[in-house]
């Protein structure tokens, strides 16, 4: 299935949040055309981990959100480059940008411009904080927003936090959120919206439990390391060989847990009597469970409890967890077989999502820098002539 094969994006996004965004449209089936600076492009072109392909223009960071978008370039400061793009905006469906708010007035093409060139175009901007508030023209990437949401001083333990997540959460879930509120307004008659996404609620939104546990609650979330403050024992135990989270939240876990360790006489100790008990006890429980389970390899003590339905697994690195069977088997991997610009296989995440069992993809690999100049402004009637001079003088 590819629900949205109808759907032209433009994608003006740099790094990652716009990027994931068009990212997951693209992979259900929106033709996506990424719009990028003449000469430079996407900066995440230049980001990543290895450095030969920074210098190709071809960065991990880019590769990694970009596959089956079409590249094209352009100056949207000149005026023949603005009129261009004014033509190309004509046969879109929807526009996602990630500037900072007033970027695109001042180029002259903000969404009060496009909505009369194409009164139908779903227009999502993704910024730090959103088009207005106090706070609306800082500039933001994912560690500031990690850092200005809360999710810092709730993460890592009372001797480490505030810490910052170990991957851009604040970009991926303003992309994620980007691309979901893009769905549903393509669904939306008459078509034709401004989409406003903050990075900061995107965050605030998904720390559901933390936020409310403040706004219900009256209590302050903290940061409790790899413990579960909401149940016990619930959390990252040690096993002879490393870590192993064992989620025990029911009183019925608890019992066929405490069970198959053999420790089911701590049942009977008024410390561990309930959950609000364990809870309180925890670290003294956990010590108790630890004597047995550093007897046997984490891997062992997790098919072991999930066979009893004991929610259990190995505490895995990236490496160990793409190689399992459960990903390396489900088509959320997709290998591009010598990706143009890079000289070598690409192998990159898809989404996530499967529609009747089958995983989205797509189908080209991530593009080079303009790949598609002749084929997208041919198509809007330019002749190669006119390709040529747009060319020479720099606006594509």
């Known amino acids: 299935m590819r629900p949205l094969s109808d759907i032209r994006v433009l994608d003006l996004t740099n790094v990652l949040a716009g990027p994931f965004c068009c990212h997951h449209l693209a992979h259900l089936g929106a033709e996506v055309i990424k719009v990028e600076a003449v000469g430079r492009g996407d900066l995440a072109r230049e980001l990543g981990a290895d450095p030969d392909l920074n210098?190709?223009?071809?960065?991990?960071?880019?590769l990694a959100q970009n596959a089956g978008k079409k590249s094209v370039t352009l100056d949207l400061k000149s005026a023949k480059g603005k009129a261009l793009f004014l033509r190309l905006v004509k046969t879109a469906d929807v526009l996602v940008e990630n500037f900072r708010p007033g970027v695109m007035d001042r180029l002259g093409v903000d969404y009060a411009v496009l909505k009369e060139v194409n009164p139908s175009l779903v227009y999502c901007a993704i910024s730090g904080f959103g088009q207005d508030g106090p706070w609306v023209h800082r500039p933001a990437y994912d560690q500031i927003i990690q850092g200005v949401s809360?999710?810092?001083?709730?993460?890592g333990d009372a001797g480490s936090a505030p810490l910052r997540v170990g991957y851009p959460v604040a970009d991926t879930m303003g992309g994620i959120t980007a691309a979901f509120a893009v769905a549903a307004a393509l669904n939306a008659?008459?078509?034709?919206?401004?989409i406003d996404v903050s990075m900061l609620e995107s965050v605030l939104s998904a720390m559901g439990w933390a936020v409310s546990n403040h706004l219900i609650g009256g209590v302050a979330p903290t940061a409790n390391g790899n413990e579960n403050a909401t149940?016990?024992?619930?959390?990252?135990f040690q096993a002879a060989d490393g870590l192993i989270n064992i989620a025990a939240n029911k009183d019925e876990q608890w019992v066929l847990l405490s069970d198959h360790l053999g420790l089911s006489a701590l049942r009977d100790r008024p410390e561990y009597a309930t959950r609000e008990m364990r809870k309180q006890n925890r670290l003294t429980l956990k010590a108790e469970m630890e004597t047995v389970l550093t007897t046997k390899p984490a891997h062992v003590w997790a098919e072991e409890l999930n066979h009893i339905d004991v929610p259990s697994g190995a505490v895995l690195s990236v490496p160990e967890v793409l190689d399992t069977p459960q990903i390396a088997d489900r088509g959320f991997l997709h290998t591009f077989k010598d990706a143009p610009g890079v000289g070598r296989d690409v192998t990159v995440?898809?989404?996530?999502?499967k529609l009747d069992g089958c995983a989205p993809s797509v189908?080209?690999?991530?593009?080079?820098?303009?790949e598609h100049n002749n084929d997208v402004w041919a198509e809007l009637g330019l002749s190669g002539d006119e390709l040529d001079a747009l060319k020479q003088e720099g606006v594509i």
């Open 150 to 155: 809360g999710v810092m001083s709730i993460t």
């Open 363 to 370: 189908a080209t690999p991530p593009p080079t820098l303009g």
């Open 231 to 236: 149940s016990a024992p619930s959390g990252a």
């Open 55 to 62: 210098a190709k223009g071809m960065g991990v960071s880019f």
């Open 189 to 194: 008659t008459p078509r034709g919206t401004f």
């Open 349 to 353: 995440a898809t989404t996530g999502i």
